[in-house]
């Protein structure tokens, strides 16, 4: 079946640094591809929409110059938080799209600022 | 806010009982989905039901949907240790369904 994969899965950075995490489809292209993200005990957020070729859309609240969304081909897009905070520690997921209505999770990534 | 909300958040039961999640959302949808996530981990997916389906059954699961209250459920029967996860349902917010808005989830705890 269709994967996604994500990486890091884990990164632990200093406060002010920036981190880049990617979201690839393994096997199958993704013109859109979806970024969320989940606090402890809580559920995901949708934090943007990634759009192969163009600017991505983000959802009412989520900086987009503090989240950095670059789709830069059908099977890859990346999220890097910009001089991260404690704040911005959490669980991050990605998801894409395959055929009809199916979404494939990335296996999510954990940061954590120190 | 978010579209789904569930209940009950928390459940904790005995191995071999049924676990009943239930999910409400705010708007009209195409479909509903529910997904699990083991701890700290990513999702997966569970079952699908359209818009125009009042019940569903993959294995174990079964799911309904009334969409005159705007209301699903996930029973889970026979529950096993394993099953010990978080349950959340999903409802589309675009055209094609795809950027899901999440319920707030219900922790199921199944203990041997």
């Known amino acids: 079946g269709a994967v996604v994969s994500q990486h890091p899965s884990r990164v632990i950075c200093k406060s002010g640094t920036s981190v880049k995490i990617e979201c690839r489809s393994l096997?199958?292209?993704?013109?859109?591809m979806f970024w969320y993200r989940q606090f402890p005990k809580q559920s995901l957020m949708l934090m943007a929409t990634?759009?192969?070729?163009?600017?991505?859309?983000?959802e009412q609240g989520v900086e987009k110059d503090k989240f950095l969304i670059n789709h830069a081909s059908l099977t890859l897009s990346t999220l890097t938080v910009t001089s991260a905070h404690p704040e911005d520690s959490s669980f991050y997921i990605c998801s894409a799209p395959g055929q009809g209505v199916q979404l494939f999770f990335g296996s999510g990534t954990q940061l954590s600022v120190l | 806010s978010q579209q789904g909300e569930e209940d009950p958040q928390a459940l904790s039961i005995q191995e071999g009982e049924n676990a009943t999640m239930n999910c409400s959302y705010k708007?009209?949808?195409?479909?509903l989905q529910w997904y699990r996530q083991n701890s700290g981990r990513g999702l997966v997916h569970l079952i699908l039901i359209r818009s125009n389906e009042r019940e569903k059954h993959s294995g174990r699961l079964r799911v309904t949907l009334d969409t005159s209250k705007k209301s699903s459920s996930l029973l889970i029967t026979a529950s096993r240790a394993a099953d010990t996860a978080s349950y959340f349902c999903a409802t589309g917010i675009n055209q094609a369904g795809t950027a899901l808005i999440f319920g707030k989830g219900t922790t199921l705890s199944v203990s041997s």
């Open positions: 096997d199958f292209q993704a013109t859109t």
């Open positions: 990634s759009n192969e070729g163009s600017k991505a859309t983000y």
């Open positions: 708007t009209s949808i195409n479909n």
